[in-house]
């Protein structure tokens, strides 16, 4: 079956990459941006853009908050089968790189090592205008007690969560990293993502040119449906799972 080809293929390639999105996280109980419920349904998607935190860095902050109670600190919310399943195959040696859009840290939970953040992380904070970055646990603290917003300790400049927003360029170092990566891969997986927000949405695409067989998983079809080898229209937390038994003893 599909599900067997796609693990034969994995075991073939000698560079497998992966790169997820939200949907890799929704079973978890943290909400996509555009499937069934996503966060467009309840936000406006300006409340993400850089426009808004810099008009506003307080209420930008006051909502960071919100978030910390409602997610973060969440002990239910943990990593799900299909966080597993790409920690257990790259402990196999069967993936390098995993890709991530993702900013819940919920890949570095279930134990994945080589992970590329190209959104950022919501565990750290950045200052604005000397660029250090900070643990971001003690300035959300700060936040809570009403310190809006948190600044610099080092400078006093205006701390932002470092997080990649709307109109806002990826890290430098990260999105290098995710594009060679996706230009090495002999295998590239692609998982509960829309693939609709570049640059992310153009690397299967970079890795296909390039010879890679391209795997997707998702709900809903994308716009790299068209040139995948294997495009599986289901849950992640099933799929994922099932390839890994194939290759993982
Ligand atoms: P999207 O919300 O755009 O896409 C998530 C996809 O996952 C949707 O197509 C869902 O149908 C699908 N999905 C949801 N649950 C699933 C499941 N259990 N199994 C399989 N598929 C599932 O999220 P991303 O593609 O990650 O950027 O969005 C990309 C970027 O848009 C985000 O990183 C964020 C946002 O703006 C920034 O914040 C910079
Ligand atoms: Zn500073």
Known sequence: DEIEAVAAAICDAETTVAMSGAGVSTASGIPDFRGDDGLWERHDPMDFHIDRFRADPAGFWEDRVDLQAAIFEDESIGP????????????????????????????????????VEIHGSAARVACRDCGRRFDADPVIERARDGELPPTCKECGGTLKPDTVLFGEQLPDHALMQSQSAAQDADLFLAVGSSLTVEPAASLPLVANERGATLVLANLESTPASGYADFDFRADVTDVLPRIRDRLVA
């Open 80 to 115: 799900n089968g299909a966080h597993d399943a790409l920690a257990d195959l790259e402990a196999a040696g069967q993936l390098d790189t995993l890709i991530t859009q993702n900013i819940d840290g919920l890949h570095q939970e279930a134990g994945s090592e080589n992970v």
